[in-house]
């Protein structure tokens, strides 16, 4: 068995002749995502053990963020703000709504201002943390707001849902999170059984 899994080099000069592919145009209009951790690109195991890899796939992020390059070979992920947050929802409502029964019932009855209500309170579940909340907040909003207002007639999210979030439905990460909001500002706010 630990004869199919390659070794670590070996990993790192596929990819690397993946690449090389990508840019001698072997592969027109194909668009390639590596994701990778910090280790990755400048740790000493990642692609600085490859110098033409790491050369290639050198950014500099000194710079404004504003004015990255889109077409960059490394693109900076920001965190998320609840701005961000409500325009990925409304991104999602949108290409949604494009496939729906009912896509000006979406429309309508899932507005932005729905959106960022939505937001808010699963942030807000999640220990005002919104950078935890991105997987949360996008399952809430398609399992149990967008399906119900396509599939349902009556179904109004604001008078009929009520955001819950259940610990089994929660990574570690989110039910920390979500612990944080639980947490007791004082010693004098600790209710003892006694």
């Known amino acids: 068995m630990r004869d199919l899994v390659p070794d670590l080099p070996d990993v790192v000069q596929l990819r690397e002749e993946l690449i090389d592919e990508v840019d001698g145009g072997r592969f027109p209009g194909l668009f390639l995502v590596i994701t990778g951790t910090p280790a990755f690109f ?11 890899l790491a050369q290639r796939l050198a950014t500099d992020f000194s710079t404004d963020p504003r004015f ?23 991104t999602v409502r949108d290409l949604f709504a494009m496939g729906a029964r009912h896509p000006e019932r979406v429309a309508s009855l899932v507005d932005d201002a729905y959106l960022s209500e939505l937001a808010k309170a699963v942030t807000g579940g999640l220990g005002g943390q919104v950078g935890v909340a991105p997987r949360v907040f996008l399952r809430k909003l398609v399992a149990d707001v967008l399906d119900r207002v396509d599939y349902l007639d009556g179904f109004d999210p604001r008078r009929d849902y009520r955001l819950t979030l259940s610990s089994s439905e929660l990574s570690e990460v989110e039910r920390n999170a979500a612990a944080s909001t639980l947490r007791a500002g004082s010693a004098d706010e600790v209710e003892l059984d006694l």
């Open 42 to 52: 400048d740790g000493q195991q990642g692609a600085r053990r490859l110098p033409p």
């Open 68 to 90: 990255d390059s889109p077409r960059a070979v490394q693109l900076r992920l920001t965190g998320f703000d609840l701005p961000k947050l409500v325009e990925l929802g409304a």
